[in-house]
T-cell receptor, first 117, second 112 residues
Framework: EPEVTQTPSHQVTQMGQEVILRCVPISNHLYFYWYRQILGQKVEFLVSFYNNEISEKSEIFDDQFSVERPDGSNFTLKIRSTKLEDSAMYFC???????????????FGPGTRLLVL | QKEVEQNSGPLSVPEGAIASLNCTYSDRGSQSFFWYRQYSGKSPELIMSIYSNGDKEDGRFTAQLNKASQYVSLLIRDSQPSDSATYLCAPGFSGGYNKLIFGAGTRLAVHP
């Protein structure tokens, strides 16, 4: 069964460093998302991406964050200068078309646990 | 601000019992509703989706939706220890590009 994959599974970085989190969505999916979950808190929407551009972003997704689909298969989240509060689990998700009257199921990757020291 | 409210629990039920999980939401425009299960340290995994008022059954799981009351619930019959997890309610946000707004989740503990 097709699945969303994410790498790395764990990443430890120093405050102020840049990190890139990678995701490979399901191959025929067209909408892509990043969510984060700080330990003990709820899953929060960061950004949605369609047709090679951001379709929506949350207040959390400030100028330190960027997303890219560099090669037609990978979908990346870059944090330019990490802060301690960026420590969280980051999940990538995708859906097939994003059209229709009802929302489609989002399929989540296994997540990347980011620890900023 | 769109809100999703869930009782954080823990909800403790004996093995074989029915677990009842509840969720209220503020976005009257939501048309799609999802229940995800999340084991500690893992990603959300879809359990059920429901779009119409009433009940929807899938195996041991039944989702119930009442749009007028802005209420959605999940019943788990014959609860098993492997059902012990956090259950996340996620109404589809009516104004966005299919983003999900998650509740904080209800932690379910099924004891033998």
């Amino acid at each position: 069964e097709p699945e969303v994959t994410q790498t790395p599974s764990h990443q430890v970085t120093q405050m102020g460093q840049e990190v890139i989190l990678r995701c490979v969505p399901i191959s025929n999916h067209l909408y892509f998302y990043w969510y984060r979950q700080i330990l003990g808190q709820k899953v929060e929407f960061l950004v949605s991406f369609y047709n090679n551009e951001i379709s929506e972003k949350s207040e959390i997704f400030d100028d330190q964050f960027s997303v890219e689909r560099p090669d037609g298969s990978n979908f990346t989240l870059k944090i330019r200068s990490t802060k301690l509060e960026d420590s969280a689990m980051y999940f990538c998700a995708s859906i097939i078309t994003g059209t229709g009257a009802f929302q489609e199921t989002q399929y989540f990757g296994p997540g990347t646990r980011l620890l900023v020291l | 601000q769109k809100e999703v409210e869930q009782n954080s629990g823990p909800l403790s039920v004996p093995e074989g019992a029915i677990a009842s999980l509840n969720c209220t939401y503020s976005d009257r425009g939501s048309q799609s509703f999802f229940w995800y299960r999340q084991y500690s340290g893992k990603s959300p995994e879809l359990i059920m989706s429901i779009y119409s008022n009433g009940d929807k059954e899938d195996g041991r799981f039944t989702a119930q939706l009442n749009k007028a009351s802005q209420y959605v619930s999940l019943l788990i019959r014959d609860s098993q220890p492997s059902d012990s997890a956090t259950y996340l309610c996620a109404p589809g946000f009516s104004g966005g590009y299919n983003k999900l707004i998650f509740g904080a989740g209800t932690r379910l503990a099924v004891h033998p």
